[in-house]
């Protein structure tokens, strides 16, 4: 492994996946408690692996002192082949996951998702193996049919705006208390879907959420 990567500097790379190419950004914690893979909100709305709050919730993770990777789904920046509508979307996640569990070998693997990477992570975690939990950020519950979280198995945070219009904390509860085991949700007042203004602040609940996760 290249010193920059093993003394946490951020790494551009290209990952093989069914698609083609995939573009991601890997920080090495040295020494690491876990691993987490980061997944951007919905290509065709803007999201890329450069969204603030994958971009943050990133940083952060890594001082915590996990090994981390955010990555560009199918069609996105410079990942090859086009968008599949959340099909094709979930095999990004089990490739990239695959490949992060090849560098960080014994580590617990979270899978922390935003939005429609929150939807593609969590359907990936409840067919492949080697996934410690996800935390799920922006859960948007009006959008995307979550009830494969009560088929998940695993520990499982939700960090949610207090004003999100893709589905409020009180939407977002229930469903939580359907997981097994009970999910914990981490809520940022005022803050719509995208958290404009409260990045940070968001960032710092995935932190929280992950310990929450890891600790199950």
Known sequence: MDRDV???EPRNLWLQGSAGRIEAVLRVA?????AALLA???PLHGGTLHNPVIFHADRELHRAGLTTMRF???GVG???GRHDEGRGEVDDVASSSSWLRGIAP???LLLVGFSFGAWCSIRHAIRGDGVAGVVAIGLAVRRYPFTEVQQLARPIAVVQGSEDEFGTPEEVRPLLESANPEGRLYVVDGA???FPGQVREAATRVVEAARFVLQQ
């Not at 040295?30 to 876990?34: D, G, I, N, Q, R």
């Open 40 to 42: 951007h909100p919905h």
């Open 78 to 80: 410079s990942s090859e």
């Open 6 to 8: 093993a003394f946490g």
């Open 106 to 108: 014994g580590l617990p």
């Open 192 to 194: 719509s879907h995208l």
């Open 30 to 34: 040295c020494p690491a408690t876990a």
């Open 72 to 74: 560009n789904f199918r």
